[in-house]
């Protein structure tokens, strides 16, 4: 099957801590008016927290460019000094949430129970989680590639059920990949693909025939490569990085994943 056959093309842009208001708002505007509305087609933007209001006031939100966020904390508010719950994501009009992204697990110790909580949080305020999972440099060398995978996807969906696990979205992200310009093969992404649906099937059984559960590839996308790894099977779209922070060329990104 051709990777994303009769399924949604997703691009997502996270720009992780840059990007202030003004610049926030100009990058939504530009590409909100590039991107016109395409069925079967999504584009997200992720700033951080402190530009998400800018960012839908430049647009983000609207038909053509959805808003997420990069983190929630997983309760809808409350005396948590410095995090935001899904209530305030939700006021601005927060879609998609990322969970588990390997900088948050590694530079902040996030674990797979706070994943988890997270991913049911953000469900239960009707947003959509996309959830990230990737090896190490030192995991893919010593072939534990498809264990860790096994073993993020286990532990995000800790606690749903089935229609819970149909509207959560996935982001293979190799550690190793990830801001080095050295991205991992289209082949990897889809061998990872493989993998983590077929995590959800032996998990779930037939509770989630007819449904392949969309999956990104993230790790030094650039509007180079961005279309070898549209075309592998079993990969939906992309979640890049650095190559989002300027709006030309992650206009033309988005038109080679989602002509």
């Given at each position: 099957?051709?990777?994303?056959?009769?399924?949604?093309?997703?691009?997502?842009?996270?720009?992780?801590?840059?990007?202030?208001?003004?610049?926030?708002?100009?990058?939504?505007?530009?590409?909100?008016?590039?991107?016109?509305?395409?069925?079967?087609?999504?584009?997200?933007?992720?700033?951080?927290?402190?530009?998400?209001?800018?960012?839908?006031?430049?647009?983000?939100?609207?038909?053509?460019?959805?808003?997420?966020?990069?983190?929630v904390y997983p309760a809808t508010a409350g005396a948590v000094t410095g995090e935001v719950g899904t209530d305030q994501l939700a006021d601005l009009g927060v879609r998609f949430v990322?969970?588990?992204?390997?900088?948050?697990?590694?530079?902040l110790g996030e674990d797979d129970a706070l994943v988890a909580r997270k991913v049911a949080a953000a469900l239960a305020a009707g947003m959509t989680p996309v959830v990230c999972?990737?090896?190490?440099?030192?995991?893919?060398?010593h072939g534990r590639t498809e264990a860790v995978l096994r073993r993020q996807v286990a532990g995000a969906v800790e606690g749903l059920g089935a229609e819970a696990v149909r509207r959560v979205v996935w982001a293979y992200e190799p550690v190793w990949a990830i801001g080095s310009g050295r991205p991992a093969t289209p082949e990897q992404a889809a061998e990872a693909a493989a993998t983590l649906r077929q995590s959800l099937r032996a998990r779930y059984g037939a509770a989630l025939d007819g449904h392949e559960a969309p999956v990104l590839y993230g790790g030094s996308v650039d509007p180079e490569n961005a279309a070898a790894f549209a075309r592998a099977p079993g990969v939906d779209g992309a979640l890049v990085g650095g190559a989002s922070l300027d709006a030309e060329a992650f206009v033309t990104l988005v038109e080679r994943v989602a002509p």
């Open positions: 099957m051709t990777a994303g056959a009769g399924r949604e093309r997703l691009v997502f842009a996270n720009w992780k801590m840059h990007k202030g208001q003004a610049e926030a708002q100009a990058w939504c505007r530009r590409v909100a008016a590039a991107l016109a509305l395409r069925p079967g087609r999504v584009v997200a933007v992720f700033p951080p927290f402190t530009a998400l209001a800018a960012a839908r006031a430049g647009g983000a939100g609207g038909e053509s460019l959805a808003l997420g966020a990069q983190d990322l969970c588990g992204h390997s900088e948050r697990r590694r530079l999972v990737g090896e190490d440099g030192p995991e893919r060398e």
